[in-house]
């Protein structure tokens, strides 16, 4: 095919959307029916390039019910294969948040793929013994430096690099540092046939060395946790600022909207936070975004390039 064919799974940040103990004003209208809203997952984006190989960009907790809202990923029986296979070949982790990881539970009962992760995140996942589950013989678990590229099962060729960011919340200590840039939060780059899809669900700022990558890219999903840094104390919902959290808000200043501003790419917010009104259909703040030129993702939106 030489084409890259990518689905969204999720489209939600940690919790979800609507999360499951949130009644805030964006998560009150996903409760109520609003037709203004759509419930979303949590973040994850399928990838192939064959159409038979597919490679998961993050294991959120929905898993399961992601998989079976998605056709391309349900197990095939052919006339002589045994009953247990998957066009699920390989996952590739950003981080090891629970968000990121906790769908590799979901692939248990012995399915061989390849789990792609940088050091930090491998041993952040090794260091959790229930991830045994995926035994060490049937489930090869690979470590990728950042900026050097690899080839997955299926031919797309992938890169993870660095994004300012912070370490998995259950790791975090008293005071923990914040933009750090290291192996713990990377992006992902996907190559096939001359286009780049890039996949960045967190990251605390731009670096020159990201807007370059995000110049050459086709299309880019983005980090759209909160739209403003203040969403969540303001709603009630947390006490914590996005920066704080590791994600830089859409709007204000240092904001996504005005970073990603200019670029020739297709651009869309994902890893969304049920807090954001960029959720609901008609807002102000939607219709901001959608004035500069993003889409929003939507659990299931596929796209071809
Ligand atoms: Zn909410």
């Not at 109520?32 to 993050?58: C, E, F, I, M, Y």
């Not at 990881?101 to 952040?124: C, D, H, I, K, N």
């Not at 086709?218 to 969403?231: H, Q």
Request: with cysteine; glycine share 10%; charged share 20%.
């Amino acid at each position: 095919m030489g084409q890259l064919t990518a689905i969204i799974l999720g489209a939600a940040a940690g919790g979800g959307f609507p999360q499951w103990n949130c009644f805030c004003p964006v998560c009150g209208l996903a409760w109520a029916g609003d037709p203004r809203v759509k419930p979303r997952t949590q973040s994850s984006l399928a990838a192939s390039a064959d159409g038979r190989h597919w490679v998961l960009l993050n294991a959120s907790p929905d898993l399961r019910a992601q998989l079976q809202a998605t056709p391309a990923l349900h197990p095939k029986q052919g006339p002589k294969q045994s009953p247990r296979d998957s066009p699920i070949t390989a996952v590739v982790l950003t981080g090891a948040e629970v968000d990121q990881t906790a769908g590799l539970l979901t692939l248990r009962e012995r399915q061989p793929f390849v789990l792609y992760a940088t050091a930090e995140t491998q041993s952040a996942v090794a260091a959790n013994p229930m991830f045994n589950v995926l035994s060490p013989d049937v489930v090869t678990r690979q470590t990728i430096a950042a900026h050097k590229s690899f080839t997955l099962p299926g031919g797309i060729v992938g890169e993870l690099f660095t994004v300012p960011g912070k370490v998995p919340l259950y790791l975090e200590n008293d005071n923990p540092e914040l933009a750090r840039e290291d192996g713990a939060n990377v992006g992902v780059e996907l190559f096939v046939g001359g286009n780049r899809l890039l996949y960045v669900p967190g990251a605390a700022a731009v670096t020159p060395a990201l807007a370059t990558r995000l110049k050459r890219a086709n299309i880019i999903f983005f980090d759209g946790t909160l739209f403003a840094d203040d969403e969540m104390i303001v709603t009630g919902t947390g006490t914590k600022t996005g920066r704080r959290m590791g994600h830089m808000s859409i709007d204000g200043e240092g904001g996504s909207l005005t970073a990603l501003a200019g670029l020739a790419a297709r651009r869309i917010y994902t890893h969304i936070n049920n807090t954001n009104p960029i959720l609901v259909d008609g807002s102000p703040e939607r219709r901001k975004v959608t004035a500069a030129g993003w889409e929003i993702a939507e659990d299931g939106m596929r796209i071809e390039l």
